[in-house]
């Protein structure tokens, strides 16, 4: 998931795949592409439309039905980073000693999210992850150095498919390698990030940001002045069915 160059977000280029938001891919090899824009996100609103449910109820704003029941197998991708991307302050988690503290799992209890989490050790890893974790981008942060911690895995059932149906408020728990958790709640979630794939056709019926989208949207993995995590997941088939970002942000 993380590119050369421009690198990329998260994403596939498989038949069931699905992605990070950050930068081209093609079945094999990466690929760099100028990114000659950031888009910045838009500020969070009350309540939010989800791409879909897990497994009822029409796909909005045009994300095809039939992806609802699919495991999808996503791609991420990371960029260099460009420009500075700062969010809305929010309350840094407590000073700790963090030599060689490092996330160990991460949950959202609600969702029955339940996974181990590692930095990505490598760029093979980036670019397809295994399907037993969840995965911290290697330009990002570990958890608790009061920055941003951009964490992808797979839109599977038993990884990070369920956070189509995330909802603000509800807790994430990250456990560090000192057995100490880190309680966030997540505060915002953002729908078709876009990061097109060029190599394949974009199907019909995508909402405007994604069907003209010329570039990725590298913006949310981005350093932040405060701590942040970032989780990310697939929305489709490959990177124009756009990436679902959830942001989580520590409990009071």
Sequence with gaps: MVIRGERFLIGIATAAAVTLAVVTLTAGAVESRPILSVIP??????????????????????????????????RARSAETVGHFVDRPQNPVPPLDTSGWSGQRIQVPALGIDLPLSMAGNAAVEDYPPFSSAYILRSSSEPGRGTN??????????????????????????????????????????????????????????PPVLANATHC??????PTPTERLTLQTSQGFNRNYGELVVIAEPSP
């Design 41 to 74: 996100p838009t500020p969070a609103p009350l309540a939010i439309e989800m791409p879909s449910q897990i497994a009822i109820g029409p796909a909005p704003q045009g994300l095809p039905t039939e992806l609802l029941a699919q495991p999808l197998r996503p």
């Design 217 to 222: 949207d590298v913006s949310w993995t981005l």
């Design 149 to 206: 911690s951009y964490v992808f895995a797979h839109a599977m059932p038993e990884l990070f498919k369920p956070l189509w149906s995330a909802q603000i408020g509800q807790q994430v728990i990250v456990t560090m390698s000192d057995g100490q958790q880190i309680h966030y709640r997540i505060t915002r979630i953002v729908p078709n990030v876009p990061c097109p794939d060029s190599s394949v056709p974009k199907p019909a019926g995508l």
